[in-house]
């Protein structure tokens, strides 16, 4: 594997809650607007996102340790993995989202390219994430 990119973000709220909505790729729907469905398969998930994403059907599954949570992509355009590492101090967690590409990828994009774009797609879900998490730390 490969890493592309990181990108930071501090949320208002204690790790568990972010590992909640993390843990759950259902969720995703909630924080990520270009994801249409997400279907729950055996040990993964099968995401369908609109027509001009780069992987637009992918099959997810989710591995999680005590300080990070991992998405593994596989069958779609794009194999990736997606670790949101979280360290959180009083009422507030950093999250440092890294993407890493599978080695060999069959896109005609060069990654020198294609990382610029995708930290920027990534940064904003990451935002979404940060805004739901900081509602739902709020109601509660």
């Known amino acids: 594997m490969k890493e592309l990119f990181t990108n930071l973000i501090t949320i208002n709220t204690k790790p568990e809650a972010i590992q909640n909505v993390l843990k759950n790729p259902q969720r995703l729907l909630e924080w990520i607007p270009e994801i249409q469905s997400v279907k729950a398969g055996e040990n993964h998930f099968h995401i369908r996102r609109i027509s001009s994403a780069l992987n637009q059907l992918e099959v997810l599954s989710v591995t999680t340790t005590t300080d990070s949570i991992t998405y593994h992509s596989t069958k779609g355009r794009l194999e990736y993995d997606l670790v949101f590492k979280l ?7 950093i999250v440092a989202q890294t993407l890493l590409l599978k080695s060999k990828t069959p896109l005609s994009l060069p990654a020198g390219l294609l990382a610029p774009i ?16 900081e509602v739902l730390a709020y109601q509660d």
């Open 118 to 133: 995708a930290k920027h797609a990534f940064k904003q879900n990451l935002n979404g994430l940060k805004n739901l998490v």
């Open 87 to 93: 360290t959180g101090a009083d009422d507030q967690t």
